[in-house]
């Protein structure tokens, strides 16, 4: 029996026997099972194959996400490298210590 099937069915039961609050919650799971299933298909992740792909994407936004992490961490050392050389260079300058060189 397919989902629209039991939600028709649940609908009749509701219009027939009056809407107990089983028969509501029933409805109402069925109602969200469908909607779910109808936007997995409209957004093409209706197939057994999407499951996998998901798990791709997921790993994929996760190593996008290390290696941002990685390159701002790279470029923040890099930065505090070339101020700590040019701290360096200044007092060595300033020291007079390069006419020696």
Do not use: H, N
Not at 49 to 55: M, T
Not at 70 to 80: E, H, L, P, T
Request: avoid cysteine; charge should be negative; aromatic fraction near 4%.
């Amino acid at each position: 029996m397919s989902r629209e099937d039991i939600l028709a069915s649940l609908m009749a039961q509701a219009r027939e026997e009056g809407a107990e609050l089983v028969t509501l919650r029933g409805i109402v799971e069925e109602a969200s099972a469908l909607a779910t299933d109808r936007v997995l298909e409209r957004l093409g992740l209706g197939d057994p194959g999407a499951i996998g792909d998901l798990g791709e994407l997921r790993e994929l936004l996760r190593a996008w996400r290390d290696a941002k992490t990685s390159a701002w961490k790279a470029f923040v050392d890099w930065m505090i490298r070339g101020m700590l050389a040019l701290l360096l260079i200044g007092i060595v300058v300033r020291l007079g210590a390069w006419d020696r060189l």
